[in-house]
């Protein structure tokens, strides 16, 4: 059947420039995933990655057109200092100093997160949900400054399907 995941690729932490984060679409399984819906949340918050309430607004929601062939993917982008925070951050969804100083000292965390839904080609309907957040550690004497998404300990699920 097809099996259908999320992983973060590429991400952006520059200052000046969005905080950028590439989610990739993955389907591990053997048969194509059809009607596949996708939704991305990228945003920035004041809690720990344990204690934030998870939405998935419909607005995220791409149509429900797409089919992932086997070992095939589809990527969405989002911007975690962008629309998904209310009251937006900073202007233009920018990354600012004050904004990566509050993140390197874990004040602020940047997350994605969000939910797939798509069919296999018998007509049965699944769904995994995806919760990453940025880990960044400060640079030291001995090592550069290390940044990487990680997954977060709860959020993460799929059906039994």
């Keep these: 059947r097809a099996w ?23 389907n591990s399984g053997k048969t194509p995933a059809i009607n596949v819906r996708t939704l991305q949340v990228a945003k920035l918050i004041r809690e720990t990655p344990e204690t934030i309430t998870l939405t998935y607004p419909e607005s995220n929601l791409s149509p429900g057109f797409g089919i992932i062939m086997p070992h095939g993917n589809i990527t969405r982008m989002g911007n975690a200092l962008a629309r998904d925070n209310d009251p937006p951050i900073g202007t233009e969804g920018i990354l600012t100093q004050p904004t990566a100083d509050a993140i390197i000292s874990k004040k602020m965390v940047a997350v994605t997160y969000g939910r797939i839904e798509y069919e296999d080609v018998f007509g049965v309907k699944h769904w995994t949900l995806f919760y990453f957040f940025l880990h960044v550690f400060k640079a030291t004497q001995n090592m550069p400054e290390v940044r990487g998404w990680g997954c977060a300990p709860t959020g993460n699920e799929m059906d039994r399907n």
């Design 4 to 26: 259908v995941d999320a992983r973060v690729g590429e991400s952006v932490f520059e200052i000046g420039k969005p905080l950028a984060v590439k989610v990739i679409f993955e």
